[in-house]
């Protein structure tokens, strides 16, 4: 199969982003004299996966997601007079520093350049990341940032990717593959709009979903094998 375009996911895929929310979040924590532990990090963890679920549900909104979840935190942590949107905002503008790429993906992309038309299509809140794909090293490689916030729809809404193909001019889907982390926002969401799929699994975990991926890679070197 010969893929033109290739719409890769930030967080988790390109972005080792696991790194950045550590630093971003003991940042956080320290200004408000808290020390970071990994137990309050897993707490966190486990609040903002449990908003990005009801966010992508439709559930909640990008706005309640991004309050709720400091104000859960701080209020477990025992400090529920920090105001969690300006914890929010301060949180993202440290997040926006961490650049830090997943393994194999400046080489993927460098690979992939000039045989195919790279593009990030990406849920995450656009004042930290077009910040931090704008200080990485894959910035050159990558033609065109879709950030759901700005778009009005978010994966894995078939209206989001229909925008994309839109934006980037693609009438023929069989030349798209969408490579991501989440079954539930890339992977669905690129079945329902009628593209193939690339799940990136580095950690072998079961997939218990009904979401069916095209591919499934454990690194993303092995995408070069799909796509060239």
């Known amino acids: 199969m010969s893929y033109y375009y290739i719409l890769f996911d930030a967080d988790g895929t390109l972005f080792d982003f696991d790194n950045a929310e550590m630093y971003a979040l003991s940042d956080l924590l320290a200004k408000y004299g808290v020390e970071i532990t ?3 990090h897993a707490l966190y963890r486990e609040i903002n996966r449990a908003k990005w ?3 992508e549900a439709g559930e909640i909104t990008r706005e309640q997601l991004q309050s709720s979840r400091f104000r859960e935190l701080f209020g477990s942590l025992g400090r529920p007079d920090v105001d969690a949107e300006t914890a929010n905002a301060e949180y993202l503008d440290l997040l926006a520093d961490g650049s830090h790429l997943t393994d194999g993906a400046l080489e993927v992309c460098r690979s992939l350049y000039g045989r195919c038309e790279l593009a990030i299509v990406t849920n995450g809140i656009a004042r930290s990341q077009i910040r ?10 990558i033609s065109k940032v879709f950030v759901s916030e700005e778009i009005g729809f978010s994966k894995p809404n078939p209206l989001y990717f229909e925008y994309v193909l839109g934006k980037m001019q693609i009438t023929d889907k069989p030349s798209v593959l969408v490579v991501g982390d989440s079954l539930g926002a890339d992977i669905l ?3 329902k709009s009628g593209l193939d799929t690339c799940w990136f ?7 218990d979903t009904g979401a069916v991926p095209t591919y499934e890679i454990r690194s993303l070197r092995e ?3 799909i796509v060239i």
Do not use: C, H, M, Q
């Open 38 to 40: 990994e137990e309050r």
């Open 53 to 55: 679920r009801g966010f």
């Open 223 to 225: 995408l070069t094998d």
């Open 189 to 191: 969401g690129g079945a």
């Open 201 to 207: 699994n580095p950690r072998g975990v079961a997939n």
């Open 132 to 141: 931090r794909v704008g200080k990485s090293e894959i910035r050159k490689y």
